[in-house]
């Protein structure tokens, strides 16, 4: 009787936690959040030189198999970021319409295309720039930097 009432009470915890959208019910979508997190998110720098990308390109491991020739990171807490996901809707690079764009700092990381991985190399350009990011779920993530 007691292991019947904790499942109920269990259940009817998570239950709660889904309906207030505190868990992520899509295991795709949570692994694509952590991702874009991993990769375009720093939120205690305010912007970064060449050394900063070399850095961070490298410690998110974005420079293991290949150079990734292009990346940003935002500079904003992941809560101003996860606000941009309830603008208005605009279209993706891919034509689906679940985009939408804000201006937050950012440092963008361009390959300097003379370098070999591990050891990338980067220029760096710190700036407040408009982005636009794509964003799924109840309630909406960011899960694809756009552009």
């Known amino acids: 009787m007691a292991l019947h009432k904790t499942q109920t009470l269990l259940l009817f915890l998570l ?5 207030l959208g505190l868990v992520q019910p899509s295991y795709g979508q949570d692994r694509m959040y952590q991702r874009f997190l991993q990769q375009h998110v720093d939120p205690d720098e305010t912007g970064g030189d060449d050394i900063y990308c070399n850095v961070m390109m490298q410690r998110r491991k974005m420079t293991l198999r ?25 279209q993706c690079k891919n034509g689906r319409m679940n985009c ?22 980067y220029r760096a350009m710190a700036r407040t720039r408009r982005v636009v990011i794509a964003c799924e779920g109840d309630p909406e993530v960011p899960v694809h930097f756009d552009r």
């Open 66 to 90: 290949q150079c990734k020739r292009f990346n940003t990171f935002i500079h904003e807490d992941i809560w101003n970021i996860r606000s941009i996901c309830s603008t208005d809707n605009i």
């Open 100 to 121: 939408h764009e804000g201006v937050v700092k950012v440092t963008d990381c361009r390959e300097t295309g003379s370098s070999k991985p591990p050891n990338c190399r």
């Open 15 to 19: 239950l709660t936690l889904l309906g």
